[in-house]
């Protein structure tokens, strides 16, 4: 079983910054894929970035395109996303997931099957 762990969710005000945690842990072997997607009130959830760890191949949605950099740190399993030049668009709750597969599936429209349970960012 995999189990993300978000993190670093809070209150910061437009044009500021937040850097969200992840923590991934489980049997991982082989969940290279790994995602941030968000959801905000009355809305779908929408992909915001994803990254393949081996080699570091990065997807993000245009409307964080510029703003947002997901990274991963190898040794601790750790998944990140660095939001800059955040706007109140941006209010939502943000989500951890990993999934199996090819680098090429690792998209922001793929199935992913590990969830977190979220981290609450309002830009305000």
């Known amino acids: 079983h995999v189990q993300p762990v978000e993190s670093g969710g809070e209150l910061v005000q437009p044009g500021g910054s937040l850097r969200l945690s992840c923590a991934i842990s489980?049997?991982?072997?082989?969940?290279?894929?790994r995602g941030w997607f968000r959801q905000a009130p009355g809305k779908e959830r929408e992909g915001v970035a994803s990254?393949?760890?081996?080699?570091?191949?990065?997807w993000y949605a245009d409307s964080v395109k510029g703003r947002f950099t997901i990274s991963h740190d190898n040794a601790k399993n750790t998944l990140y996303l660095q939001m800059d030049s955040l706007k109140p668009e941006d209010t939502a709750t943000y989500y951890c997931?990993?999934?199996?597969?090819?680098?090429?599936?690792?998209?922001?429209?793929?199935?992913?099957?590990?969830w977190g349970q979220g981290t609450q960012v309002t830009v305000s």
């Open positions: 997931a990993a999934r199996t597969g090819h680098r090429l599936s690792c998209h922001l429209g793929a199935d992913f099957g590990y």
């Open positions: 489980g049997n991982t072997a082989f969940t290279y894929c």
């Open positions: 990254i393949y760890i081996i080699g570091g191949s990065t």
